[in-house]
Structure formats: structure tokens, C-alpha cells
């Protein structure tokens, strides 16, 4: 499968260039990175710490589109939103590992789906996923007699809060609860703010460090208080998602997937 990785340039960007490079059955035919960087023209391998792929870095999407299976892009909203019409016209898989996505980049996306197979998710590894599914059995389940609250911590460096991980596992939740996290969850808690409403969906955010994410769902009853918890510790476990993704992505049919249907986990 050719496969062009966008944000080259940038740590994940790098490790996707790395992981396509190792995997079996994928090849890289296109790397980008932002019009006016430093770096376009240097080979995406050399950069990537892998030796050189003759691979150069380029501003020109339309062009390694054209020529690719798929495209790995953990980038920002506004430029996520631009790849999906361009993959779109290319008719190629496009996987999605930005987070901070609103409602409105969501809508492009799905539009974008409808001529391309797009996957996206706020968490690319196996065991968020997972998590995310055990998470809506468990509301499902013990109903509003226990609260929730979702704890996420990443690097200093995040941009956007809470996580787009964090987002996917409240989701989960209130999917199991059968209501709309929008209507029900609570991103801030600051002063005098009364008690807990019952069937909220709490989100508290932690910032600091090289931290790559940390996320635990907490169900906490009367007398008693179940924790859900997951810890990545290398960068390399999203990449290795994304490319899975691709791969399961290429030759089906048009639409937005997650990574439950690439793990055929959503039924649990």
C-alpha cells in the first residue's frame, strides 16, 4: 500500500514516517510538511532517523495524493479538514489521528466520506480502543447510580484540552448511558459550583513533563469506586494503529470508520 505521510516534519509525523518504512506491505510515497518550512527538500527517512527513503519532504499534497493508496495525517483541524477534500478527490484512505475536531470539521469529514474511506479516531492504539469499549459496557451497565469522571495527562507541549482520547472514552460513556456527552458533560470546576449533578459526565485535564498520555475513567458509587486506566509509553503504538488502519481501510467501501471497526471491538 503507498502511503503519504502530512506533518512529516513533526514527532509523530516522524514516527509515522518510521513505522510505514518497517511495516510490512506499506511503502512511502509522499511526505509533507507546511509551505515556507526549514525542511522542506530534506529526505523524510534521514529526518525520520532511519536513513534516507529518497523521500523529499514538499508543500505539494495534491501531487503525492495523486500517486498513493492512503494517508497518515496527525496534523491540525484547519489542515486535516483541507487533506480530507483533497483525499476525497483521490478516492484514496485517509486516516485521522487529529484531535481537536469540532462539530464543523466533523461534517467535512463526513462529506469527505462519502467519496473516500476515512478512519478516524481521538486514540489510534489497541488498548484505548478497547478501554473505549469496556467504558460503555460498564455505563451501560451500572447506570447513573455511579458518577464518571475522566482524568487525562499529557506533555507540556499539548495544544488542545481535554484530549481528543479523553473525548472518544466520554463519548463511550455516554453512549452507554444512552444521552449526548454535549448535553451532560462538565469540562470546568472552579469556585462555589454546588453538588454534582447526577448522570454528569465529568473531564479534569493534567499538563506537565514529556508525560506521551495517561487516561483513567472513573465510575465511583456509593461505598465503592471502579477505575479504568491506560498509560502509553512510546509514540510508536499510534503509528502502528494508523498504518493497521490504512491497511484495513484500503479497498472498502466509502465512509467514516473508526478504530473499533478496524479492531472489530464495537460490539462489546
Same mark, same amino acid.
Given at each position: 500500500m503507498r502511503l503519504v505521510v502530512v506533518g512529516a516534519a513533526g514527532r509523530m509525523g516522524r514516527m509515522l514516517v518510521k513505522t510505514v518504512a518497517e511495516t510490512e506491505g506499506t511503502t512511502l510515497v509522499g511526505a509533507i510538511d507546511r509551505e515556507g518550512s526549514a525542511l522542506l527538500g530534506q529526505d523524510a527517512g534521514t529526518l525520520a532517523g532511519i536513513g534516507a527513503l529518497g523521500v523529499p519532504l514538499t508543500d505539494d499534497p495534491?501531487?503525492?495524493? /495523486? &500517486?498513493? %493508496?492512503?494517508?497518515? %495525517?496527525f496534523t491540525m483541524p484547519a489542515a486535516t479538514v483541507t487533506f480530507a477534500g483533497l483525499a476525497a478527490q483521490a478516492r484514496i484512505v485517509h486516516v485521522v489521528g487529529t484531535t481537536g475536531l469540532s462539530e464543523q470539521d466533523f461534517a467535512r469529514l463526513d462529506a469527505a466520506a462519502r467519496h473516500a474511506v476515512v478512519v478516524q479516531s481521538g486514540n #489510534?492504539?489497541?488498548?484505548?480502543?478497547? #478501554?473505549? /469499549?469496556?467504558? &460503555? &459496557?460498564?455505563?451501560r451497565t451500572l447506570g447513573e447510580d455511579f458518577d464518571i469522571e475522566i482524568l487525562e495527562m499529557h506533555h507540556r507541549m499539548k495544544v488542545d484540552a481535554p484530549s481528543g482520547t479523553a473525548l472518544l472514552l466520554g463519548e463511550a460513556a455516554a453512549e452507554g448511558r444512552n444521552i449526548a456527552l454535549k448535553d451532560r458533560s462538565v469540562r470546568v470546576r472552579d469556585g462555589h459550583t454546588g453538588a454534582r449533578n447526577p448522570g454528569d459526565i465529568g473531564f479534569a485535564t493534567l499538563r506537565g513533563g514529556t508525560v506521551v498520555g495517561e487516561h483513567s475513567v472513573i465510575f465511583a458509587g456509593a461505598?465503592? &469506586?471502579i477505575e479504568l486506566t491506560h498509560r502509553a509509553e512510546d509514540r510508536g503504538l499510534f503509528a502502528r494503529g494508523a498504518v493497521k488502519a490504512a491497511l484495513w481501510g484500503f479497498g472498502k467501501k466509502p465512509g467514516r470508520y473508526s478504530m473499533a471497526d478496524v479492531l472489530d471491538i464495537a460490539a462489546i
Open positions: 495534491l501531487t503525492a495524493f /495523486a &500517486r498513493a %493508496d492512503g494517508v497518515l %495525517d #489510534m492504539s489497541l488498548g484505548i480502543n478497547l #478501554m473505549a /469499549a469496556l467504558v &460503555r &459496557r460498564v455505563a461505598g465503592e &469506586r
